[in-house]
Protein backbone atom coordinates (compact mmCIF):
# COMPACT_ATOMS: atom_id res chain seq x y z
CA UNK A 1 0.00 0.00 0.00
CA UNK A 2 1.40 3.38 -0.90
CA UNK A 3 1.51 6.10 2.01
CA UNK A 4 -0.58 7.98 0.34
CA UNK A 5 -3.65 5.17 0.67
CA UNK A 6 -3.19 6.01 4.93
CA UNK A 7 -4.73 9.60 4.16
CA UNK A 8 -8.50 10.55 4.31
CA UNK A 9 -9.54 12.55 1.11
CA UNK A 10 -11.04 15.43 0.77
CA UNK A 11 -13.03 16.91 -2.32
CA UNK A 12 -12.13 20.52 -4.29
CA UNK A 13 -15.24 21.60 -2.99
CA UNK A 14 -14.53 21.51 0.59
CA UNK A 15 -10.51 22.78 0.16
CA UNK A 16 -12.59 25.80 -1.01
CA UNK A 17 -13.84 26.44 2.23
CA UNK A 18 -10.27 26.52 3.68
CA UNK A 19 -9.99 30.47 4.67
CA UNK A 20 -7.04 31.59 5.67
CA UNK A 21 -7.28 35.05 6.77
CA UNK A 22 -4.04 35.82 7.96
CA UNK A 23 -2.33 33.87 5.79
CA UNK A 24 1.50 33.26 6.09
CA UNK A 25 3.50 31.02 3.23
CA UNK A 26 6.88 29.48 3.93
CA UNK A 27 8.71 26.54 2.16
CA UNK A 28 10.62 24.33 2.39
CA UNK A 29 13.11 21.87 -0.24
CA UNK A 30 13.28 18.24 0.84
CA UNK A 31 14.73 15.00 -0.95
CA UNK A 32 12.24 12.20 -2.05
CA UNK A 33 13.31 10.25 0.82
CA UNK A 34 12.48 12.90 3.34
CA UNK A 35 9.20 13.57 1.82
CA UNK A 36 8.15 9.91 2.29
CA UNK A 37 9.11 9.93 5.88
CA UNK A 38 6.83 13.34 6.41
CA UNK A 39 4.20 11.75 4.44
CA UNK A 40 4.24 8.52 7.18
CA UNK A 41 4.14 11.09 10.31
CA UNK A 42 1.35 13.19 8.66
CA UNK A 43 -1.58 11.06 7.60
CA UNK A 44 -3.31 10.84 10.99
CA UNK A 45 -2.88 14.82 11.06
CA UNK A 46 -4.29 15.65 7.52
CA UNK A 47 -6.66 15.33 4.29
CA UNK A 48 -5.45 14.65 0.74
CA UNK A 49 -6.96 16.55 -1.67
CA UNK A 50 -8.92 14.15 -4.03
CA UNK A 51 -10.25 15.40 -7.77
CA UNK A 52 -11.77 12.42 -9.26
CA UNK A 53 -10.37 10.10 -7.71
CA UNK A 54 -7.15 11.25 -7.86
CA UNK A 55 -4.67 12.95 -5.35
CA UNK A 56 -1.33 13.34 -7.53
CA UNK A 57 -1.85 15.84 -10.06
CA UNK A 58 -0.05 17.60 -13.43
CA UNK A 59 0.58 20.87 -13.63
CA UNK A 60 2.09 22.74 -16.46
CA UNK A 61 3.55 26.40 -16.51
CA UNK A 62 5.13 28.63 -19.01
CA UNK A 63 6.87 31.85 -17.75
CA UNK A 64 7.08 35.11 -19.42
CA UNK A 65 9.55 38.14 -19.35
CA UNK A 66 11.22 41.21 -20.92
CA UNK A 67 14.16 40.15 -23.56
CA UNK A 68 16.68 40.97 -20.82
CA UNK A 69 15.07 39.08 -17.97
CA UNK A 70 14.08 42.18 -16.12
CA UNK A 71 11.58 40.45 -13.53
CA UNK A 72 14.64 37.28 -13.24
CA UNK A 73 17.22 40.20 -12.53
CA UNK A 74 15.18 42.00 -9.77
CA UNK A 75 14.95 38.94 -7.84
CA UNK A 76 18.04 38.26 -8.25
CA UNK A 77 18.71 41.82 -7.21
CA UNK A 78 16.73 41.28 -3.56
CA UNK A 79 14.07 44.04 -5.23
CA UNK A 80 11.12 44.19 -2.60
CA UNK A 81 8.58 44.80 -4.97
CA UNK A 82 8.60 42.60 -8.45
CA UNK A 83 6.42 40.35 -10.91
CA UNK A 84 6.08 37.17 -12.00
CA UNK A 85 3.83 36.47 -15.55
CA UNK A 86 3.12 32.66 -16.22
CA UNK A 87 0.38 30.82 -18.01
CA UNK A 88 -0.72 27.82 -15.94
CA UNK A 89 -2.56 24.70 -16.68
CA UNK A 90 -3.80 22.16 -14.99
CA UNK A 91 -3.06 19.30 -16.94
CA UNK A 92 -5.84 17.04 -15.87
CA UNK A 93 -8.68 19.32 -16.81
CA UNK A 94 -6.78 21.32 -19.48
CA UNK A 95 -7.93 24.26 -17.70
CA UNK A 96 -5.28 27.40 -17.48
CA UNK A 97 -4.96 30.72 -16.29
CA UNK A 98 -2.66 33.89 -16.89
CA UNK A 99 -1.47 34.54 -13.62
CA UNK A 100 0.72 37.80 -12.38
CA UNK A 101 2.30 36.63 -8.89
CA UNK A 102 3.35 40.31 -7.36
CA UNK A 103 5.31 40.53 -4.12
CA UNK A 104 4.93 44.01 -2.30
CA UNK A 105 7.75 45.73 -0.29
CA UNK A 106 6.06 44.35 2.76
CA UNK A 107 6.54 40.40 1.72
CA UNK A 108 3.24 39.42 0.83
CA UNK A 109 2.45 38.14 -2.56
CA UNK A 110 -0.84 38.73 -4.35
CA UNK A 111 -2.08 36.30 -6.76
CA UNK A 112 -4.62 37.38 -10.10
CA UNK A 113 -5.76 35.61 -12.96
CA UNK A 114 -8.12 35.34 -15.62
CA UNK A 115 -8.81 32.45 -17.58
CA UNK A 116 -6.85 31.65 -20.47
CA UNK A 117 -6.34 29.80 -23.83
CA UNK A 118 -8.05 30.54 -27.15
CA UNK A 119 -11.05 32.28 -25.41
CA UNK A 120 -8.49 34.74 -24.29
CA UNK A 121 -9.00 38.15 -26.48
CA UNK A 122 -5.82 39.60 -27.22
CA UNK A 123 -7.36 43.33 -25.63
CA UNK A 124 -8.36 41.61 -22.54
CA UNK A 125 -4.92 39.82 -22.08
CA UNK A 126 -3.21 43.10 -23.14
CA UNK A 127 -5.21 45.17 -20.14
CA UNK A 128 -5.01 42.48 -17.47
CA UNK A 129 -1.02 42.59 -17.83
CA UNK A 130 -0.59 45.97 -17.86
CA UNK A 131 -2.73 46.39 -14.95
CA UNK A 132 -2.08 44.07 -12.78
CA UNK A 133 2.24 43.29 -13.90
CA UNK A 134 2.87 47.45 -15.38
CA UNK A 135 4.02 45.29 -18.19
CA UNK A 136 2.78 46.03 -22.04
CA UNK A 137 2.12 42.46 -23.51
CA UNK A 138 4.25 43.23 -26.58
CA UNK A 139 7.68 43.61 -24.40
CA UNK A 140 6.97 40.28 -22.52
CA UNK A 141 8.21 36.76 -24.15
CA UNK A 142 8.30 33.22 -23.29
CA UNK A 143 11.45 32.52 -21.51
CA UNK A 144 11.20 29.09 -19.87
CA UNK A 145 8.35 25.86 -19.44
CA UNK A 146 8.37 23.59 -16.00
CA UNK A 147 6.02 20.50 -15.68
CA UNK A 148 5.73 18.92 -12.27
CA UNK A 149 3.13 16.62 -9.80
CA UNK A 150 1.37 18.23 -7.09
CA UNK A 151 -0.22 16.77 -3.67
CA UNK A 152 -2.33 19.66 -2.12
CA UNK A 153 -3.09 18.42 1.93
CA UNK A 154 -5.13 19.96 4.55
CA UNK A 155 -5.05 19.62 8.08
CA UNK A 156 -8.06 18.65 10.19
CA UNK A 157 -8.80 22.00 11.64
CA UNK A 158 -8.17 23.39 8.45
CA UNK A 159 -6.52 26.29 9.51
CA UNK A 160 -3.72 24.95 6.78
CA UNK A 161 -2.75 24.07 3.43
CA UNK A 162 0.47 22.14 2.02
CA UNK A 163 1.58 21.89 -1.23
CA UNK A 164 4.31 19.25 -2.45
CA UNK A 165 5.41 19.97 -6.00
CA UNK A 166 8.16 16.79 -6.87
CA UNK A 167 9.36 15.45 -10.62
CA UNK A 168 10.20 19.09 -11.23
CA UNK A 169 11.26 19.56 -15.36
CA UNK A 170 12.30 22.79 -16.93
CA UNK A 171 12.73 23.11 -20.84
CA UNK A 172 14.25 26.81 -21.57
CA UNK A 173 12.38 28.53 -24.69
CA UNK A 174 15.72 30.50 -25.10
CA UNK A 175 18.50 28.44 -24.44
CA UNK A 176 16.68 25.08 -25.39
CA UNK A 177 18.18 23.86 -22.33
CA UNK A 178 16.87 21.13 -20.17
CA UNK A 179 16.86 20.67 -16.18
CA UNK A 180 15.04 17.69 -14.46
CA UNK A 181 15.10 17.74 -10.51
CA UNK A 182 13.22 14.52 -10.28
CA UNK A 183 14.44 13.58 -6.75
CA UNK A 184 13.41 16.74 -4.82
CA UNK A 185 10.23 18.00 -3.16
CA UNK A 186 9.45 21.75 -3.27
CA UNK A 187 6.74 22.15 -0.03
CA UNK A 188 4.57 25.09 0.99
CA UNK A 189 2.98 25.41 3.95
CA UNK A 190 0.00 28.18 3.70
CA UNK A 191 -1.36 29.05 6.79
CA UNK A 192 -2.74 31.00 9.79
CA UNK A 193 -0.38 32.81 11.16
CA UNK A 194 -2.58 33.22 14.56
CA UNK A 195 -2.25 29.01 15.34
CA UNK A 196 0.39 26.57 15.38
CA UNK A 197 1.39 24.17 12.48
CA UNK A 198 1.18 20.40 13.20
CA UNK A 199 3.72 19.55 10.39
CA UNK A 200 6.38 21.83 12.10
CA UNK A 201 7.42 19.80 14.07
CA UNK A 202 7.16 16.86 11.52
CA UNK A 203 9.89 19.12 9.42
CA UNK A 204 12.09 19.81 12.66
CA UNK A 205 12.07 16.37 13.36
CA UNK A 206 13.13 15.33 10.10
CA UNK A 207 15.73 18.22 9.54
CA UNK A 208 13.81 19.84 6.35
CA UNK A 209 14.68 23.06 6.80
CA UNK A 210 12.97 26.11 5.19
CA UNK A 211 13.89 27.58 2.47
CA UNK A 212 13.09 29.91 -0.25
CA UNK A 213 12.86 28.11 -3.62
CA UNK A 214 11.50 30.41 -6.88
CA UNK A 215 10.92 27.59 -9.80
CA UNK A 216 11.15 30.83 -11.99
CA UNK A 217 14.03 32.31 -11.04
CA UNK A 218 15.79 28.92 -10.06
CA UNK A 219 14.78 27.33 -13.36
CA UNK A 220 15.97 30.00 -15.20
CA UNK A 221 19.86 29.82 -12.98
CA UNK A 222 19.79 26.07 -14.21
CA UNK A 223 18.98 26.53 -17.65
CA UNK A 224 20.50 29.55 -19.10
CA UNK A 225 23.97 30.03 -18.56
CA UNK A 226 23.97 33.67 -20.12
CA UNK A 227 22.31 35.13 -16.83
CA UNK A 228 23.77 36.13 -13.37
CA UNK A 229 23.38 34.35 -10.74
CA UNK A 230 25.50 35.00 -7.85
CA UNK A 231 22.78 35.22 -5.11
CA UNK A 232 21.74 32.07 -5.80
CA UNK A 233 24.63 30.15 -5.68
CA UNK A 234 24.33 28.56 -2.28
CA UNK A 235 21.06 27.56 -3.75
CA UNK A 236 21.94 26.14 -6.81
CA UNK A 237 24.96 23.97 -4.79
CA UNK A 238 22.16 23.14 -1.85
CA UNK A 239 20.07 21.80 -4.52
CA UNK A 240 23.01 19.67 -6.17
CA UNK A 241 23.84 18.24 -2.86
CA UNK A 242 20.63 16.72 -2.33
CA UNK A 243 20.35 15.42 -5.44
CA UNK A 244 23.48 13.93 -4.58
CA UNK A 245 22.59 11.97 -1.58
Not at 94 to 121: H, Y
Not at 210 to 232: H, V
Amino acid sequence: MSVLDTFPTISLEEMKQVKLMNRTDTKFVATEAQLLSLLALASEAYMLQAIDGEVLMPYYTRYYDTPDCEMYRNHLHGKLTRNKVRVRRYEGSGVEFLEVKRKNNKGRTDKKRIPSGKGLAEAERSDFLLKMSGYKAETLVPQIENRFYRLTLVNRNKTERLTIDTKLRFHNLVSGADCDLTGLAIIELKRDGRVASPIAAMLNRLRIKQSGFSKYCMGMALTNPALPSNRFKPRLRMISKMLSR
